[in-house]
């Protein structure tokens, strides 16, 4: 059995875990569907993404916004581990609307043999495309939040949907190319609409 206490005393509950945007004080209830993995893609995208993930963390519990960073991370993690054929057991029809087919699937485990941080990197991309898209929704719906709220799935659907439009690309070489075209779709959802 897990404690939330270590030998030491020190106790894991503690309401800094919401500040970057788990659901509670106790961050291992929001795990279940992410699992480690959700955990390793968090702390990948801190290690390797400081900067924009501190830009996510910023606007989290931010009232008119209610974007929870940390608990969407681990939302897009289990996602993508359905996508991927890398769950166990049933899930909801409605994660499964939408699965790699051919060409993603070979480009995943293409690039994920050729560099391990395939998942990571794929996994950092759509959780920076799901903010882009959930502050876009916040700012042609403001005063909306109980609209915008029941729409998270829909976010989330809308940035598996660009992931599997960019796997299924044939010309991708490498992990380095794909960070490429993430960095190319990321730099066009930044600019301004008109």
Not at 76 to 82: K, S
Request: aromatic share 10%.
């Amino acid at each position: 059995m897990i404690n939330d206490e270590n030998q030491n005393g020190f106790t894991m509950l503690n309401a800094k875990w919401e500040q970057i945007g788990f659901q509670g004080k106790n961050p291992r209830t929001d795990f279940r569907g992410g699992g480690h993995l959700g955990l390793l893609c968090l702390l990948y995208s801190v290690d390797n993404y400081p900067e924009e993930f501190h830009k996510l963390v910023a606007v989290t519990r931010d009232e008119e916004v209610m974007w929870l960073t940390a608990i969407s991370s681990i939302n897009l993690t289990h996602i993508l581990i359905i996508y991927f054929f890398m769950n166990d057991g049933d899930v909801s029809p409605q994660y499964t609307k939408l699965l790699a087919g051919r060409n993603q699937f070979k480009n995943f485990c293409k690039l994920n043999m050729m560099d391990k941080r395939t998942f990571f990197e794929i996994n950092n991309f759509g959780l920076r495309h799901l903010f882009r898209t959930w502050m876009a929704l916040v700012a042609k719906n403001p005063n909306n939040i109980a609209m915008i709220m029941g729409s998270f799935n829909a976010c989330l659907d809308k940035t598996k949907l660009c992931i599997h439009e960019i796997l299924a690309r044939e010309d991708i070489s490498s992990i380095h190319h794909l960070c490429r075209i993430f960095e190319e779709k990321i730099q066009s959802m930044d600019q301004p609409q008109q």
